[in-house]
């Protein structure tokens, strides 16, 4: 099992040498990878008293595509996963031309993690629609798939023609890992279907084991075997829980997955030194 971490989006700050400060003290430490969350435009509260969601205008992101290329220049064997890419808001060969860049820039270091998203102000901002974002999703995959397995490609699909053309450089993995993320019974089945590995939102306990169960049982419905589907977990390096933080990486080991991610956002962690020094407290946990 691979341990990696959540990549401070909103707490490190827009100063380029926090983030080389970040990347290369992760290596130094251990990790194997680091995982970004991807928000592009953030809708602004004054007016929506009513707003749910977990970013806003207020919340800085960088855009992983370009923080990995920056990061992947300042290391050598640290890896990196977006987690995840909010695919269906994004135009789908721009994505699979960055995605195929990325991973020739940084030797094949680059696992794409994409889901649909939530945020209804991101799709419209972006010119794109948000209610068929699900199905879009599954022809967006096998296109990208085709774009970097194929020197030329003729596609005709619902939202996507391709007339006999293709990206050049081809990407160092043919194809590109493409995990996807969420957790509804819809996307399970994608997964179970299509997805090279699943980015979840549960621990593994209980319940998370019942949710891994749902995955097994669609993929032998989808006449897969479940152990060609990655699993990809994440928990929070809460001091509060310093005590159990073994336990968690063993659970996660115990079920199997691939990787894991340590996340210090939302702890209070103001800046690049705040943060690699929790990483630095949590590498015993890690076995580092």
């Given at each position: 099992?691979?341990?990696?971490?959540?990549?401070?989006?909103?707490?490190?700050?827009?100063?380029?040498?926090?983030?080389r400060?970040?990347?290369?003290?992760?290596?130094?430490?251990?990790?194997?990878?680091?995982?970004?969350?991807?928000?592009?435009?953030?809708?602004?509260?004054?007016?929506?008293?009513?707003?749910?969601?977990?970013?806003?205008?207020?919340?800085?992101?960088?855009?992983?595509?370009?923080?990995?290329?920056?990061?992947?220049?300042?290391?050598?064997?640290?890896?990196?996963?977006?987690?995840?890419?909010?695919?269906p808001?994004?135009?789908?060969v721009?994505?699979?031309?960055?995605?195929?860049?990325?991973?020739?820039?940084?030797?094949?270091?680059?696992?794409?993690?994409?889901?649909?998203?939530?945020?209804t102000?991101?799709?419209?901002?972006?010119?794109?629609?948000?209610?068929?974002?699900?199905?879009?999703?599954e022809?967006?995959?096998?296109?990208?798939?085709?774009?970097?397995?194929?020197?030329?490609?003729?596609?005709?699909?619902?939202?996507?023609?391709?007339?006999?053309?293709?990206?050049?450089?081809?990407?160092?993995?043919?194809?590109?890992?493409?995990?996807?993320?969420?957790?509804?019974?819809?996307?399970?089945?994608?997964?179970?279907?299509?997805?090279?590995?699943?980015?979840p939102?549960?621990?593994?306990?209980?319940?998370?084991?019942?949710?891994?169960?749902?995955?097994?049982?669609?993929?032998?419905?989808?006449?897969?075997?479940?152990?060609?589907?990655?699993?990809?977990?994440?928990?929070?390096?809460?001091?509060?829980?310093?005590?159990?933080?073994?336990d968690?990486?063993?659970?996660?080991?115990?079920?199997?997955?691939?990787?894991?991610?340590?996340?210090?956002?939302?702890?209070g962690?103001?800046?690049?030194?705040?943060?690699?020094?929790?990483?630095?407290?949590?590498?015993?946990?890690?076995?580092?």
């Amino acid at each position: 099992m691979k341990i990696g971490v959540v990549f401070p989006q909103t707490e490190i700050g827009p100063d380029a040498g926090g983030v080389r400060a970040y990347t290369q003290a992760v290596e130094q430490m251990g990790y194997n990878h680091v995982l970004a969350y991807d928000h592009v435009i953030g809708a602004n509260l004054a007016n929506r008293s009513n707003w749910t969601g977990a970013y806003s205008l207020e919340s800085q992101f960088h855009e992983p595509f370009v923080l990995f290329s920056f990061m992947a220049g300042i290391s050598e064997t640290l890896e990196f996963a977006s987690g995840i890419i909010i695919l269906p808001q994004r135009q789908t060969v721009l994505v699979a031309k960055q995605a195929a860049a990325l991973d020739v820039l940084s030797d094949g270091r680059f696992r794409m993690g994409i889901g649909i998203g939530w945020n209804t102000v991101e799709y419209e901002s972006l010119g794109l629609e948000f209610k068929d974002r699900g199905a879009r999703s599954e022809e967006q995959i096998a296109l990208m798939r085709a774009l970097w397995t194929k020197e030329s490609v003729n596609f005709e699909g619902r939202w996507h023609s391709i007339p006999d053309a293709g990206l050049n450089p081809l990407p160092i993995q043919q194809p590109i890992p493409i995990w996807l993320g969420g957790g509804a019974d819809a996307v399970v089945k994608r997964i179970a279907r299509i997805g090279d590995g699943w980015m979840p939102g549960w621990q593994p306990d209980e319940e998370g084991l019942k949710e891994l169960d749902k995955l097994f049982a669609y993929a032998k419905e989808a006449g897969r075997d479940a152990s060609d589907i990655g699993i990809d977990g994440r928990f929070t390096a809460d001091l509060a829980t310093e005590d159990s933080w073994s336990d968690n990486v063993k659970a996660w080991n115990d079920i199997k997955a691939d990787y894991i991610e340590v996340n210090t956002m939302g702890q209070g962690l103001s800046g690049a030194d705040a943060h690699i020094e929790r990483l630095e407290k949590f590498r015993p946990a890690a076995g580092l």
